[in-house]
């Protein structure tokens, strides 16, 4: 946690979607450097361009200006060379693949041997703690545990950053606030880059070493919090006047740019 | 239960249209003979002719019973024989037929081409009537030394690669943005992306493809035997019974073309649900 090595590094970034009705500025001078070990969130309403960023750091969209780096490379070879786990809204599991299979999947891609795929995929299980669900199939666990399964999937190569599009955005608010904990530990443990996409305030400032408030038309980044919280945090330090400080801060930015509504 | 009703109430009206159809005959009969005819004689009589306009229920099973249990398998009156005639070419047409669906299907997703060309004339192909089709296939296909089962399993083919090229389509095209996007984050090849995610997403609309594809194969292989003046095979039996008037046997060779379809849906319909219970892919 020691080197600052940059893992994102963004410069004037600029995304325009062509439509039928003209142009859309989904991302317009975006500027934002990651470090290696931060827990990043984005917040913002829907079409400020956070999932639209987070699938430009992915390549799975080009930007339409400016420059991006993901680990000193081009978002391609960065994907080419599997340098990220990508985790979508949803699960995604194969129905037809247990548990086990599933996060199997993404490492017979990539070609690894058969024991280290055993090996791997029970270490990720138990980072999950979802030990024992390896023979199970996705329709026989909760939407909560699809979803920490599609996580240890993510974790399963060796990727050293994470990327996550609302991971937990449609489960309840219970399950939620467990797999938050998890994350923060999981992210304790393995000492990964995590850039999160969320439009939840407390989520954001509970998780987040770096909160980027972003809003809409054009999208662009209007705040960028670092958090004085510790790594340390457990559930109740929601309760505490730093961090109400800090979801404030956030709930101002997001009004501020939502101003023009 | 409610089936049992339907099936009753089918054959009262079978009857009932036996009695209807197969009066004229029976009073033209009566006349001749200077006889009267009473209701119980005419129901009689309507019900047990010898080449009637419509056959009553039991003749035709009676007919069913003698060609088939009666009969040595291997005689030429075996109804099982002709059966396992038309069945062997039904079978090969649609072994043909899936794997040249399938194969067009894949070069239709996967090629852009392909996509805007075969298309037009896969669906081409289908406005054409098949009975006009087959003579063709079968002359064609004679003139070059080729006969026998071979012919009609093309014209099986030709009939049941439609609903699979179709639904494999759109099965091949069933895995959303975001699986799709998931290999990409992954580097997955298109090989990868077909064997792991595509083809498996596919399944359930291969199977619905298949049953389609099956009852079509079987209309094709009958039709295809019917223009060569075949010697065997439930098409053969159904011209031979309308060469010579024997309405009892063209009825038995359809009722037993409809079983052996129904069967052959039904063993798919097996398989189908097997298949997408250990997938995962049905409660």
């Known amino acids: 946690m020691t080197q600052a090595k940059t893992v994102i590094q963004a410069q004037g970034l600029d995304l325009t979607f062509e439509t039928n009705d003209g142009p859309v500025h989904a991302l317009r001078d975006v500027n934002l450097a990651i470090d290696k070990g931060e827990f990043v969130s984005f917040i913002g309403p829907s079409g400020c361009g956070k999932t639209t960023f987070l699938r430009v750091m992915a390549d799975l969209e080009q930007p339409t200006g400016g420059h991006i780096s993901v680990n000193g490379m081009t978002p391609a070879q960065a994907r080419q060379r599997r340098a990220y786990g990508y985790v979508f809204q949803a699960a995604g599991l194969y129905p037809w693949r247990t548990i086990g299979g599933n996060i199997r999947l993404p490492l017979e891609i990539m070609g690894y041997d058969r024991a280290d795929q055993d090996a791997r995929v029970a270490r990720v299980l138990e980072l999950v703690e979802l030990d024992g669900f390896e023979r199970k199939f996705p329709w026989q666990l909760s939407g909560g545990m699809q979803q920490r399964a599609s996580i240890a999937r993510a974790l399963a190569f060796d990727a050293d950053l994470l990327l996550m599009d609302e991971p937990f955005g449609a489960l309840d608010e219970i399950v939620r606030d467990h797999l938050n904990e998890q994350l923060l530990k999981l992210w304790d443990r393995t000492g990964k880059t995590i850039a999160f996409v969320t439009h939840s305030i407390p989520e954001a400032v509970y998780l987040s070493t770096k909160i980027v408030v972003m809003s809409p038309r054009p999208g662009r980044i209007t705040d960028i919090i670092d958090s004085p919280l510790p790594r340390e945090r457990p559930l109740d330090i929601r309760d505490t006047p730093a961090f109400l400080e800090i979801a404030h801060r956030v709930r101002e930015g997001l009004r501020a740019g939502h101003g023009d509504v | ?283």
Do not use: C
């Open chain 2, 1 to 283: 239960m409610p089936v049992a009703v339907v099936v009753t109430v089918i054959i009262a009206i079978w009857y009932a249209a036996a009695v209807g159809l197969n009066a004229p005959w029976a009073h033209d009969k009566a006349k001749r003979a200077g006889q009267e005819l009473g209701l119980a004689a005419l129901v009689q009589d309507t019900w047990s002719q010898d080449k009637p306009k419509l056959p009553a229920p039991h003749q035709v099973g009676a007919e069913i019973w003698k060609t088939t249990v009666q009969k040595k398998i291997t005689s030429k009156r075996s109804l099982v024989y002709h059966g396992w005639i038309t069945l062997s070419a039904t079978l090969l047409g649609f072994g043909f037929g899936t794997v040249f669906g399938i194969l067009l299907a894949v070069g239709i997703v996967y090629n852009r081409t392909m996509d805007m060309s075969v298309m037009p004339w896969v669906i081409a192909s289908q406005t054409i009537p098949i009975l006009a089709i087959a003579p063709m296939i079968i002359v064609v296909l004679n003139a070059v030394g080729i006969s026998g089962l071979l012919p009609k399993a093309m014209i099986s083919m030709y009939l049941s690669f439609f609903p699979v090229v179709v639904g494999m389509v759109k099965g091949l095209r069933s895995p959303d943005r975001m699986q799709l996007d998931q290999m990409r984050t992954w580097n997955a090849s298109a090989a990868q992306t077909f064997w792991r995610l595509r083809l498996p997403s596919s399944m359930p609309y291969l199977f619905t493809s298949l049953k389609i594809a099956m009852a079509a194969s079987l209309v094709g292989a009958i039709v295809g035997e019917l223009p060569t003046g075949a010697v065997a095979g439930l098409g053969a039996r159904l011209l031979a019974g309308s060469y010579y008037g024997q309405t009892i046997q063209i009825w038995s060779a359809l009722i037993a073309a409809a079983a052996l379809a129904a069967v052959l849906v039904s063993l798919i319909g097996v398989l189908q649900r097997v298949t997408l219970r250990r997938m995962g892919m049905q409660e």
